[in-house]
């Protein structure tokens, strides 16, 4: 299981790059490492794909994938059909990938999605034999190669570290065909390998030629693809059709849940291809480590542990002080800031001790994650680990029987009859709180003799609230003056304090002015003010002070006034009548808002209507009120909107949008202010009008 436990540290240090880190794009030649392929074999260009003149998968792309080849070195005679060709038979350590890819140009803006073509490649693979062409419709052919592949430095795709090589492509139009071909190559196996099949484009036609070596071998698929089928020559083989390109809809899963894939595993035998083998055997795994690595961690860990918890007597307040010591004091190496360089983490133990961990003050996310367990473990605690599935990587599914289905390692201690999870792997995670998307999911926790197989908790939407208030004044010329603040907890807070922590302080201002410009036109935003963004014990608050001129529009004698100010500019949350995708909101969640609004003495309300609620279910829920101080001339609005689900079928996506629809009208509800004159009496707002 050496490969599970590198596949936790990468893959779970790669989640939070996601996150904390801002890729460094270096725009530099490629040199040395790829070189244009001599002697290269076009593939020709048949008179039925320079016929083809409207999109076959989708009729809204404008650029479509004919085929897609990923194909050894054997290259097979049908140069008809495209081809996933994985060949392991020359050298057991190493597999060599050739990619062919041949794109259609349908219109001006598929052209222009074209442009440039990224080929992302894991750190340890090398890309060579790279060519490129375009062939117009006049048959004018341009051609790249190796000069005009930029190297990038690393990126993040779909939540994993890549390498990025970008192409960029000119000369396009309507009509245009674009070959492009290179060559991958790395130490290793087909092995615990995804081969994506998706791509930026639709895809007319695939087919899929793997060989495998001499272990018995197993392939997961993913969305859209059928089960392979031996050939007879030992190779396994499938062709697919219309692939869907990337999907851009609003609150859509995870990327790799959407995409079509292909995984490969070996095994010795059938049993352990079974998925309910495969995961007993993990949790066997686990078990192991929590026995040699947690139970048994050492002196100095049981030192620590005594000394962190002396004199506290409450349960909860010595885990927390065990997490705090965890978070504060161990470097963690997948995280921004950790004080070492890239080149210093390749050079370190990926699998270090748990006492190595604590004597060297650092350690990958998944090993201070160990260090917590076995410190509460010398404290008296039970524990134990569990491997969790990220949902923002890909949904879990327990068939696929494969590391990446729970990449996330956690710590488990008892209480009671349920198991609480702890992670202070990931950086600005409060105590007792877990990421977003390890809830409401699956998980394998350690067991020498069976697959324990458990779920793990979700929080409530109350959980993960946005409070925002603003006390403003309005003058007779419309300008909306005042305070603001937006206070965030749970999921919330750690979302937007993840947004922020990474940025320099002027660009965390100018940062949040944007956004608030963004909602409220013509405003300007002025000491701004963030408080907690170091602290995730506590609520993240930002404050900030207000003025936006022609806030109210100024008809003669009315101001038309909208009540909820940050929902000044707001677009419906779904804009499409049709929709392909589920609706996932990532996690539940509350957003509460507290408006004043005082106007001049001079005017008083001419329209009183109230904005209506739209909803209020344990599910979802849209409550908004109106009312007006008699004391003093001023309007007072409060909107609470509910997030109680997680996921919506697509199914319901057109009676959802109709709901949100109504909520976005009422969100835009406005009231009319008028100078004082001949207007006997001040309409009431829906007999609601409060006594202050």
């Not at 909860?316 to 080149?343: H, Q, W």
């Not at 069976?450 to 993960?464: C, D, G, H, R, W």
Request: proline fraction near 4%; aromatic fraction near 10%.
């Amino acid at each position: 299981m050496q490969t599970a436990s590198r596949s936790i540290a990468a893959t779970l240090g790669y989640r939070f790059l996601l996150v904390t880190t801002s890729a460094l794009l270096l725009l530099a030649p490629l040199a040395g490492e790829a070189a244009l392929l001599t002697g290269t074999k076009w593939k020709p260009v048949t008179p039925e794909e320079l016929s083809i003149s409207t999109p076959k998968v989708d009729p809204d792309a404008g650029v479509e994938i004919l085929l897609k080849e990923i194909v050894s070195e054997n290259k097979d005679k049908n140069a008809g059909i495209s081809k996933a060709y994985i060949n392991n038979s020359d050298d057991s350590t190493r597999v060599s990938i050739d990619y062919y890819l041949r794109f259609k140009i349908f219109d001006d803006r598929g052209a222009e999605r074209l442009s440039s073509y990224n080929i992302d490649i894991d750190e340890d693979t090398t890309i060579r034999d790279f060519a490129a062409r375009v062939i117009k419709p006049d048959g004018t052919k341009i051609e790249s190669g190796n000069s005009d592949l930029i190297k990038r430095d690393i990126v993040i795709v779909d939540n994993d570290r890549k390498r990025r090589y970008s192409l960029p492509i000119s000369g396009l139009v309507p009509g245009s065909i674009v070959d492009i071909q290179w060559r991958e190559s790395y130490l290793g196996y087909t092995h615990n390998k995804f081969f994506i099949l998706s791509d930026i484009a639709p895809i007319h036609k695939a087919h899929i030629d793997i060989l495998p070596d001499s272990r018995m071998a197993s392939c997961y698929f993913y969305n859209h693809a059928p089960i392979l089928n031996n050939d007879g020559r030992g190779h396994l083989a499938t062709e697919l059709e219309n692939i869907p390109g990337k999907i851009d809809e609003p609150w859509s899963p995870s990327p790799m849940t959407l995409k079509s894939w292909i995984f490969m595993r070996y095994a010795s035998n059938k049993d352990n291809l079974n998925a309910q083998s495969n995961w007993m055997r993990y949790s066997s795994w686990i078990w192991d480590k929590l026995r040699f690595r947690v139970r048994d961690a050492g002196k100095e860990v049981r030192r620590k542990a005594i000394q962190l918890t002396q004199g506290v007597k409450n349960r909860e307040e010595k885990l927390k002080s065990l997490y705090n010591f965890c978070v504060s004091e161990m470097s963690n190496l997948n995280a921004t800031g950790s004080g070492y360089t890239d080149a210093d983490i390749r050079d370190m133990d990926e699998d270090s001790t748990v006492e190595k961990v604590l004597k060297n003050k650092r350690g990958f996310a998944y090993e201070i994650t160990m260090l917590f367990a076995a410190l509460a473990h010398e404290a008296g605690f039970e524990v134990n680990l569990a491997c969790c599935n990220d949902r923002t990587y890909i949904d879990w599914n327990i068939e696929h029987a494969n590391s990446y289905m729970v990449p996330v390692l956690h710590a488990l201690v008892r209480n009671g009859d349920k198991w609480e999870f702890y992670n202070p792997g990931i950086p600005n995670l409060a105590f007792g709180m877990i990421y977003y998307g390890n809830e409401g999911t699956g998980a394998v926790m350690g067991d020498k003799n069976k697959a324990a197989l458990i779920v793990t908790p979700e929080s409530p939407s109350s959980f993960s609230k946005i409070i925002r208030t603003g006390n403003f004044e309005l003058d007779e010329e419309g300008t909306l003056r005042g305070s603001g603040s937006f206070e965030y907890s749970g999921h919330c807070a750690y979302t937007t304090r993840i947004l922020y922590a990474k940025m320099l302080p002027e660009s965390r201002v100018d940062g949040f002015k944007k956004d608030i410009a963004a909602i409220i036109p013509s405003a300007e935003v002025n000491n701004v003010v963030f408080e907690n963004l170091g602290n995730p014990e506590e609520n993240l608050i930002i404050r900030f002070e207000l003025e936006c001129t022609a806030y109210a529009d100024v008809t003669g004698e009315r101001m038309i006034v909208q009540p909820g100010v940050f929902q000044k500019n707001t677009r419906p949350m779904f804009i499409k009548d049709k929709r392909t995708t589920d609706i996932s909101f990532g996690y539940m969640w509350e957003t509460n808002d507290k408006i004043s609004i005082g106007f001049p003495e001079e005017f008083e309300l001419e329209d009183g209507t109230a904005p209506k609620s739209i909803v209020n279910t344990p599910q979802l829920g849209h409550v908004a009120q109106l009312a007006l101080s008699r004391r003093s001339p001023t309007l007072h609005y409060s909107r609470e909107l509910k997030i109680g689900v997680r996921t919506l079928p697509v199914a319901v996506y057109s009676k959802i949008k109709i709901l949100f629809d109504a909520i976005h009208n009422e969100d835009k509800h406005v009231v009319s202010l008028r100078r004082k004159g001949d207007l006997a009496q001040t309409k009431t707002l829906l007999n609601a009008t409060s006594g202050n």
